[in-house]
């Protein structure tokens, strides 16, 4: 069980490329979310989505895009990168409410450095 | 929109001595979650808290939740240098779960 999978691990942009970050999850958790980490600024939501087909915008989407095809990847896009997207990237997942043990309680990847030049 | 305001940004402490943090919601929340991170790593979840004066103690971290269900806090007694990491709130209202900024505990031996 490998839980929540994020790749790559460390990449280093230059302004103006476009990138993918991947996120792949094996707990069958309906709820996906992507977060960047900011000094002194804690975690702050981009997007997330709650099945299949369903996205939605957090509180910092601007400049990232994202797609959930199916309930297992959830990757997210940079489609012309900028020095102020320089952040560590978390994806994180849960069950979706329902009562269930551990729902809404998020698991994180290993998280995502990315570096804008 | 909701907003999670959490203090000290950073707590300094000699190990043996008690650390607080506290979290102040701007609106009421249906639950509040806590997590920790170590230094390098990802942030991994402690506890969930979702009655109105709940406390919740896990070895020596006490965690509470306010009579109007708007702060938290998470206080651990005796520090150990494995404590030593960032701790975050996270707060549960009507919309999704926001963050609080995250206190950054470090630990002198």
């Known amino acids: 069980n490998a839980g929540v999978t994020q790749t790559p691990k460390f990449q280093v942009l230059k302004t103006g490329q476009s990138m993918t970050l991947q996120c792949a999850q094996d707990?069958?958790?309906?709820?996906m979310s992507w977060y960047r980490q900011d000094p002194g600024m804690g975690l702050r939501l981009i997007h997330y989505s709650v099945g299949a087909g369903i996205t939605d915008q957090g509180e910092v989407p601007n400049g990232y895009n994202v797609s959930r095809s199916t309930t297992e990847d959830f990757p997210l896009r940079l489609l012309s990168a900028a020095p102020s997207q320089t952040s560590v990237y978390f994806c994180a997942s849960s069950y979706e409410g329902g009562g269930r043990s551990g729902a809404n309680v998020l698991t994180f990847g290993a998280g995502s450095r990315l570096t804008v030049l | 929109g909701q907003q999670v305001m959490q203090i000290p940004q950073y707590q300094h402490v000699q190990e043996g001595e008690d650390f607080t943090t506290y979290c102040n919601s701007s609106t009421t929340l249906s639950n509040i979650q806590w997590y920790k991170q170590r230094p390098g790593g990802h942030p991994v979840f402690l506890i969930q808290?979702?009655?109105?004066?709940e406390v919740k103690k896990q070895k020596r971290l006490t965690f509470q939740f306010g009579e109007a269900k708007k702060n938290s806090s998470l206080h651990i007694t005796a520090t150990q240098t494995t404590d030593v990491g960032t701790y975050f709130c996270a707060g549960r209202g009507a919309q999704k779960l926001v963050f609080g900024q995250g206190t950054r505990l470090t630990i002198n031996p």
């Open positions: 707990m069958n958790h309906e709820y």
């Open positions: 808290l979702v009655k109105s004066g």
